[in-house]
């Protein structure tokens, strides 16, 4: 599902206007982003849970030349699915 669809989905069940619904699904996404970036991590109960890693720098091999190569810090989004989501996830019907 693309943003637009879930702008669309949210503006048909709640009868928004379909500008309406974008400014709230925006509004949706940037606290998430605001909140990983400012406490690394984002617990939506019922849902599941975002934790930012990160990575230390180090010294990488590329495989094609040999060459030896520094890689900076970096950081990776990693989710885990809550208990909620994962027994609807994997209901047998």
Do not use: W
């Amino acid at each position: 599902m693309t943003k637009s669809e879930l702008t669309q989905k949210l503006a048909e069940k709640f009868n928004l206007p379909p500008r309406h619904a974008r400014i709230i699904v925006d509004a949706f996404f940037e606290n998430i982003l605001r909140a990983l970036i400012l406490e690394d991590k984002l617990i939506l109960r019922g849902f599941g849970s975002f934790i930012i890693k990160t990575y230390k720098p180090r010294l990488r091999r590329n495989p094609q030349t040999g060459e030896s190569i520094f890689v900076g810090e970096r950081k990776s989004l990693i989710f885990k699915a809550g208990k909620s989501l994962l027994s609807r996830l994997n209901k047998s019907e």
